[in-house]
């Protein structure tokens, strides 16, 4: 199966919200499920919920999340795509978190392998890059955001047009 962890406060303050979102996801994977799963490298492959309890707590959802990727890392390697894609799932979280001097760091280790992977002008690649210019923007360093924002922005609408909601920004 693929593995998908949803790591939520299942418990704690905010249990209850937890528990709504794991309810609206199984019913989404189940769905999958029942279809036969979703198609990669010309298989079905069944989807897997895992529920990781944050006990809503950031920090134990930052550890949660930081063990996954280095489980991911090592099986996959650092460079893969799927490790690419938590790395940019912790640094989303960490700009959420206001925590984005962190944010930056994750980007900025992220943009080089993600550009080498996927291509300097990928869709992908172009959310890093105005990820990292967000980051960078909260922390007051305008001046250097704006090279991150302006490629993100003219890549985005070279690849999508002007007029999809990616490019409006």
Do not use: C
Request: a positive charge; hydrophobic letters at 35%.
């Amino acid at each position: 199966p693929i593995r998908l962890a949803v790591i939520e406060g299942f418990s704690g303050p905010f249990a209850n919200a937890g528990d709504s979102v794991w309810r609206n996801l199984l019913f989404a994977v189940d769905r999958v499920n029942a279809r036969g799963g979703v198609r990669i490298g010309g298989r079905q492959r069944p989807l897997q919920l895992d529920r990781l309890d944050s006990q809503g707590q950031v920090e134990e959802a930052i550890a949660m999340l930081r063990e996954l990727i280095e489980r991911r890392s090592a099986r996959l390697g650092a460079d893969h795509p799927a490790t690419l894609t938590m790395r940019n799932s912790l640094a989303v979280f960490y700009l959420q978190a206001r925590r984005f001097a962190d944010g930056e760091r994750e980007l900025r280790g992220l943009l080089e392998p993600t550009e080498r992977q996927h291509g300097a002008d990928n869709g992908y690649t172009l959310k890093v890059v105005g990820n990292l210019g967000g980051a960078l923007r909260q922390q007051g360093k305008i001046a250097e955001s704006g090279p991150y924002y302006r490629r993100a922005m003219e890549g985005t609408r070279r690849l999508y047009g002007t007029d999809h909601p990616n490019s409006i920004m």
